[in-house]
T-cell receptor, first 114, second 116 residues
C-alpha cells in the first residue's frame, strides 16, 4: 500500500471548514484513498473513501487531485466533536487479492477551537 | 452503517491472569476480523487477522501463544491475552469488514486493558 504523509496537527475554529491535506505521491492506479478518524479513547470511525472522483457524504467531502498524488478531506462546518486524529490511508480495494487490512500512519490531530 | 461491538470496554487485571475480549459484528456477517493494539499517543498497530473457521494470521513480532484469537462464528471473534503482564496494558481494537468489495472497515469501541 502507498505511503501517506499528513501534518501532525491542525487547529480549526468552530463553525469553519476544516481542510485536512494528505500526500500520497506513490499511489497506484488501483488504490483508493480512505479517511478514518479516531476520537480519544474510541475506535476509529470510517469517514469517506474515493478512487479518483471527488466524493461527498453526510460527514465530509473528499477532494482528490487530478494526478491523484494528494487529497483533501473537508469538514464543512467543524464542531467541537470533530476534534480527533484523522487518518488518511491508501490501499487497494478489498476485491484485490493482496488486500488484507488497513495500515494506520500517524494521522493529523485536528483540534476544533471554540 | 455496520456496527461492531467490543466487550468489555475496559478491564483491570492482576499480572499473570488471562483476559478475554470479545468482538461482535451486530448486523452483518464478518468473515474477516482484525485485531489492533494501540499504545498511548501512538497509532494503531495490527496484531492479527482473524478468519472464521481457520487459524488467525499474526503479524511479525506478535506472540500467537500469548494472544489467542478464536473466530468461531461469522459474528464473533475473541482475543485472549494469556498470562498478562503490565507491558500488555494497551487499548485493543477489533474491526470487521462487510463482504462488499469497496469494503470499508468498521471498528469496535475498543477495550482498554490495564494489568497491575
Amino acid at each position: 500500500d502507498a505511503k501517506t504523509t499528513q501534518p501532525p496537527s491542525m487547529d480549526c475554529a468552530e463553525g469553519r471548514a476544516a481542510n485536512l491535506p494528505c500526500n500520497h505521491s506513490t499511489i497506484s492506479g488501483n488504490e483508493y484513498v480512505y479517511w478514518y478518524r479516531q476520537i480519544h479513547s474510541q475506535g476509529p470511525q470510517y469517514i469517506i473513501h474515493g478512487l479518483k472522483n471527488n466524493e461527498t457524504n453526510e460527514m465530509a467531502s473528499l477532494i482528490i487531485t487530478e494526478d491523484r498524488k494528494s487529497s483533501t478531506l473537508i469538514l464543512p462546518h467543524a464542531t467541537l466533536r470533530d476534534t480527533a486524529v484523522y487518518y488518511c490511508i491508501v490501499r487497494v480495494a478489498w476485491s484485490h487479492g493482496s488486500a488484507r487490512q488497513l495500515t494506520f500512519g500517524s494521522g493529523t490531530q485536528l483540534t476544533v477551537l471554540p | 452503517g455496520a456496527v461492531v461491538s467490543q466487550h468489555p470496554s475496559w478491564v483491570i487485571c492482576k499480572s499473570g491472569t488471562s483476559v478475554k475480549i470479545e468482538c461482535r459484528s451486530l448486523d452483518f456477517q464478518a468473515t474477516t476480523m482484525f485485531w489492533y493494539r494501540q499504545f498511548p499517543k501512538q497509532s494503531l498497530m495490527l496484531m492479527a487477522t482473524s478468519n472464521e473457521g481457520s487459524k488467525a494470521t499474526y503479524e511479525q513480532g506478535v506472540e500467537k501463544d500469548k494472544f489467542l484469537i478464536n473466530h468461531a462464528s461469522l459474528t464473533l471473534s475473541t482475543l485472549t491475552v494469556t498470562s498478562a503482564h503490565p507491558e500488555d496494558s494497551s487499548f485493543y481494537i477489533c474491526s470487521a469488514r462487510t463482504g462488499e468489495n469497496t469494503g470499508e472497515l468498521f471498528f469496535g469501541e475498543g477495550s482498554r486493558l490495564t494489568v497491575l
